[in-house]
């Protein structure tokens, strides 16, 4: 984040001259109660506030007051504050591309005095008293000396009084108080070094020390356990872009897209392209319409981002955009790639007989040290082999897992899991190299389908042939299916033309690019080995030699681990021998 302590005293406010002023993105700001704590807040952390105290009462209709510990604003200056176009942090047109400030429009203070009851009290450090304003429907009724504490309180009343037609938007106190706690949570995500403090009608809802702490803010704003969990993206040492944060392991996971946060420059803001960034990173480690949490800060001149696009200031343009989406996704990726070890169990506190132990819960997150000697950070996937050791295979237990021993202690495999990998990765090999080799059926297979089946199918056509299958039309709801892909040979195909139509029903992903390896995890799942399966052990052999030459072995096209570990310190330790 940018210092702004930097500054001495506080800054002078100064209106805008016309031609900075009609180049800004100029709009509407104040929509809601939630977008005056925004503004207001931005303003205490511009002027370098440490502590930020915000009291809400009504979901903000009623009452809304931001204190903090800021640079405060010149008594001379205080009736700038709320005018139009009047701004410390902008003088000229060419400052426009050189914002390190959140706010920078002079806009925020006056739009919200129009709209409302405001009290400003304030005094700047390098002055022995402050000010303290009294404005309404934009206008100032009152101003005086005070004494007060350097900083500045802003307290608004009665908003949307005079503009009962703004009022009508605003929505149900819930969602109101819901849209304020987001805001101010992201603040405190993006600046973990501010102390923050909510309360709604008196009740504290949400409290951040300003320890600097990154891991303490996300157990606040989240939960101690995705807090713990949370893997930390290493950042490339001085590159000119700095990518750092935060991100979940893959089981840790929502059904949307509320959970990817990014922050530019300490300025929280939304992205689509980055949102894409973050889920191709994921990719076949999560399942199907699952997404992560992740929280990433971008750092960078700000020369190369235009933060004048949108009046919430919340859209931003890069200058070039394909570098920082390549980063971002590499920094994921090699975050989750460093990480998906095997899941070590933990044998303590679980009794003491093994196999107590395997149903206990593993963590994912294992233990790193250890996750850092098998598996250095990768910075890219293409070439990530070596991620397990040769494994000696040992034996199989219950038909469903092989127990295979490393260099470093003993693997258990679960065998559907690992064969799905496998069966993914050649698959999705050939049909991405347009190797795809496909076979004819000696016995034709035919398969009866519902009427809305077929639709579907004749509608898909394409995707499905693209995937190696030929199905022919053999009267009524009747197909007969003629070619399927090779590496299926000896495997159920209807079974895998069913996995495929039911997932065009389902069809709950809008890219269609991510459509291919979707369907392709699919058919695999389907047609892997199942549980209940005895393997001998040459066949055991060869299923633990194409896990190890596959790029992302350690867990299932659908993210779920294929391996558990047992190294060989913890089992030294259980059995009292360090
Ligand atoms: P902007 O933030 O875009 O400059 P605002 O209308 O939000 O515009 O604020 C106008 C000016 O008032 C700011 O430039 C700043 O100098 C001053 N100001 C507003 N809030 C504070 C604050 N909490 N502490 C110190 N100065 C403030
Ligand atoms: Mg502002």
């Not at 450090?125 to 009724?141: R, S």
């Not at 892909?485 to 690019?513: H, K, M, N």
């Amino acid at each position: 984040m940018y210092n702004r302590r930097v500054m001495s005293g506080a800054p002078r406010i100064q209106v805008l001259p016309d031609t900075v002023s009609s180049a800004i993105a100029a709009g509407e700001v104040i929509e809601r109660p939630a977008s005056v704590i925004k503004e207001l807040v931005e303003n205490a952390l511009d002027a370098g506030a440490t502590r930020i105290e915000i009291e809400v009462e009504d979901a903000g209709i009623a009452r809304m007051q931001v204190r903090d510990n800021g640079l405060g604003i010149l008594s001379e200056d205080v009736f700038l504050a709320v005018q139009r176009y009047a701004t410390s942090k902008l003088r000229s047109p060419e400052d426009l591309f050189n914002i390190r400030t959140l706010g920078f429009r002079g806009e925020a203070l006056s739009s919200i005095a129009a709209v409302a009851r405001m009290e400003l009290s304030t005094r700047s450090a390098a002055e022995a008293t402050g000010t303290k304003i009294v404005v309404e429907g934009g206008e100032i009724l009152e101003q005086k000396t005070i004494g007060a504490p350097p900083g500045t309180t802003i307290n608004i009343r009665d908003l949307f009084y005079n503009v009962p037609a703004r009022r009508k938007f605003v929505k149900s106190p819930t969602t109101e108080r819901r849209k304020i706690n987001q805001i101010v949570q992201r603040f405190a995500l993006a600046h973990p070094w501010v102390a923050f403090h909510l309360a709604h009608d008196g009740r504290v809802v949400f409290e951040a020390s300003g320890s600097g702490d990154a891991r303490e803010v996300l157990a606040r704003v989240y939960n101690p356990e995705l807090a713990r969990e949370m893997i930390q993206l290493s950042p490339a040492a001085d590159a000119p872009i700095k990518i750092h944060g935060f991100v979940s392991p893959p089981h840790l996971n929502r059904s949307n897209r509320q959970g990817i946060i990014f922050f530019v420059n300490g300025r929280w803001i939304q992205d689509a392209s980055l949102n894409a960034a973050v889920i191709q990173a994921y990719h076949t480690l999560l399942m199907v319409g699952r997404y992560p949490h992740s929280v990433i800060h971008i750092e960078l001149t700000p020369e190369n981002v235009d933060v004048n696009v949108h009046p919430a200031k919340s859209e931003i343009r890069f200058r070039e955009p394909r570098p920082v989406f390549n980063l971002v996704q590499r920094a994921v990726r090699a975050a989750l790639l460093g990480q998906a070890v095997p899941p070590s169990v933990s044998l303590h506190n679980q009794g003491d007989t093994i196999p107590g132990a395997l149903s206990a819960d593993w963590q994912l997150a294992g233990d790193v040290e250890l996750a850092q000697d098998l598996l250095p950070l990768q910075s890219d996937w293409g070439s990530s082999e070596g991620q397990v050791p040769l494994l000696r295979p040992v034996g199989q237990v219950s038909r469903a897992y092989l127990v295979a021993e490393g260099p470093d202690g003993i693997y258990l495999i679960d065998q559907h899991a690992a064969h799905e990998r496998i069966l993914f990765e050649q698959y999705m090999h050939e049909v991405e190299s347009d190797q795809l080799e496909s076979q004819a059926l000696l016995d034709s297979i035919t398969i009866e389908f519902s009427a809305d089946e077929i639709s579907l199918l004749e509608e898909n056509a394409q995707q499905i042939q693209a995937l190696g299958f030929e199905l022919e039309a053999f009267g009524g709801l009747s197909f007969r299916l003629r070619r399927i892909p090779s590496i299926f040979t000896g495997r159920d195909p209807e079974q895998a033309i069913r996995a495929v139509v039911e997932d065009f029903e389902e069809d709950e992903s809008p890219l269609a690019a991510k459509r291919e390896a979707r369907l392709a995890a699919r058919i695999c799942k389907r047609l892997a080995i199942k549980s209940g399966q005895l393997l001998s052990l040459e066949e055991q052999r060869a299923l633990i030699l194409s896990l190890e030459r596959c790029a992302s072995p350690r867990t299932c096209p659908h993210g779920r681990p294929t391996m558990i570990h047992l190294p060989v310190a913890s089992l030294a330790r259980q059995f009292g021998r360090t």
